[in-house]
């Protein structure tokens, strides 16, 4: 399927001339976070892309820092969401087009839910909740997926220690706790 | 007055995460009314273990142990997967030989996925004989995944660029010998199961899946294929050397439990045809090289030595499916090193060159170091599109790896299915889509 | 009759070398499986490896029926209370087996979201190191478990 025709349309939906990445199956648009819902709606209803593959954040948060020539993020806004949809033939199962909408948000904002366009994403807004900290508008029942309702924090934002634990029963540190040697490779009796 | 006396009957019924059904470690609330499931909520992450957190705190040569339990049931797809994202962000080609080996040993890794995955179905379902001999047959295959790798279940074979090693020179003989079992305990199955009376009334019509469902949840694999939509990342996107095998894509019709019982098991004989054509086609490695071929290490430790003058007339033995990894990909990896896959065990553990160039790649900050960008490589996994979403910032270690995991999308769509159904079908049908926590939970 | 039966030690002792002896072979495994381990967890309950052949073969999926805690895979802290409460309702006397390298330290799983060895949260008896332990160091695992019942007979 080409492409070029669907990108000037969401450009005019966007109302702005928009910068694609990529060519062919790894075409990705940058849309406004305000539109990125509408874009989407648009791509099913209009152009048959009938499948959300994913739907995922990466946060930025101190991207490129000690690297030429690698831009950080765009006006100070810390997350990118990817919308990442497939137009499939049901008939024959080939794909007609992949396209990935990249939209930027910070973390106060919210981006609209597209969980009535695609139930897929119920769940996987709820994970970028879990693990980044962004809430998607019209879901007050989003709820965490992956980890415990006690758990505080986003475990996959940058600022996020990866050893930071938050057990709900034993020590909170077990580091410190006496360890099995790695050389006992042997099953081993504990009297 | 009677309608409010029906819904004070239905009540809620928790199941798992630690239920003798439930293989793998999910909650269900159901919300019942007698048998009849009204709703159904699943509650996953008993699992996670922080996968993409890790695979940003790591080097991205050794993210790779990590994916091999993301979908335990068949690791060598995501070692694949994993690589395959890297090489695309790294541009690095991958060797003929290395492809073909990829993709054999994928599906030796999908036939254990789907003989598990119908085993432990039909072990649920009261059929133990089944279950013991799909896994007696696995064990073949174990061992076969054990002779080219070195372990039974957490493979990590492949490199960025290339594979770990060649494989065995007689594995292919070993390989069919394999499968011959792996027919015959098919073969028992398909005579056990198939045309089992509780078997198929436990299976046929229950838990349906309709392809619009399929569709809006995002599943993919087995599970999609089972309701007719003969989506398959292999024959949509061929990826490796997919595009030259002769394969089918075997589709259901009802996307009921019974048709996802029948894809998996005509999967398992088109994965046996794609092994056995890929040793076919295998194109000649360092086991056809000359005689008179002398490892590059020797080489260098000679030509330290001033002993030039042997080496004139000496063919170098590459590996081929190692250092040429390395060669192709040189230009467009910026890595302090020139070489961008491991050096083979013998060599790390044999020459102090080839120690120095593995400790170049494992070691912190150094490495291969992909351009600043984004790559998404979509594999078919045992249960569906798995991808694997990379975003490097030019350093030795990736700024994200987001993995695409198809039960995820399966999970997700439980509930449609089981809703409406009897309560004691939850077992059938949960058996049925295959979940692996690993995967799911990450 | 000469021998005064009622001298201490030497008929309990003997009673507890038969009930020790009885009880090692006839372990009612509960397989707490979570995750990798869960693989090889198969291909020692079924023919190949036959764990049946140690008596152990039975496993029951409730905790009061259960005298051994296998814990195959790793624990994440999501999961640690539910597996603290199936070993709080297991009767005694009862065992516990870390299966794998992930219960016995965590292993490699070194995060925020994983039990750093399952010990932290409930004594183990057992620890068998491996990720994933191959079938025979399970199998080797559980002869010094047997030796070790023997050993104890009973047990608070």
Redesign the interface.
Known sequence: MDLAPILSDIEALCGAPLSARGAG??T?LTVPPAKARAAVEFLKAKHGF?????L?C??YQG??K??Q??SPAPEGRRFKL?Y?LMA?D?G????KARL?LDSWVDGESVPATIKDL???A???ER?VWD?FGVRFADRPDVK?????PEFTGH??RKD????????????AD??A?E??SPA???????E | MSQDRRESRSYMLNMGPAHPAMHGVVRLVLKLEGERVLQSEAEIGYLHRAFEKHAENDPWNNVIPWTDRLNYVSPLINNAGYCMAVEKLAKIAVPERAQYLRVASSEISRITDHLTCVGANAMELGSFTAFLYLIQAREELYRCIDALCGARVTTSYTRVGGVKGDMPADWPAMVRAAFEKVRSAVKDADGLLTKNRIFVDRTRGVGILSKETALAYGITGPMLRSTGVPYDVRRAEPYLVYDRLDFEVPVGMAGDNFDRYLVRLAEIDQSMRIVEQCFAQLPAGPIQAPDDAMPGSKMADLGKHGKTAELLDTAAAVDPVLEGGARCGRDSVMADAPASTLPPKEETYGSIEGLMRHFEIIMWGRGITPPAGEAYVAVEGGNGELGFHVVSDGKDRAWRVRVRPPCFFNMAGLHKMLEGGAVADVVATFGSINMIAGELDR | MEQDLSAPGILTSQLDQAIGWARKYSIFQYPFVTACCGMEFMSVACSHYDIDRFGAGFPRFSPRQADVLMVVGTISHKIAPVLRRIYDQMAAPKWVVAFGVCTCTGGFYDNYATVQGIDTILPVDLYIPGCPPRPETVLEGLMLLQKKIQAQGRRA
């Open positions: 199956s790894d990705v009938n499948v959300l593959v994913d995922t990466v946060d991207f490129g000690g690297t020539n690698v990817v990442r499939l049901a024959t199962g080939l794909i990935a695609f139930p897929a119920d769940w996987l994970e693990m965490r997926i992956l980890m415990y475990p996959l996020y220690p990866i050893k930071k634990r938050q057990p709900l029963i034993g020590p077990a580091s706790r360890r099995l006992d490779l042997r099953p081993r009796i504990v």
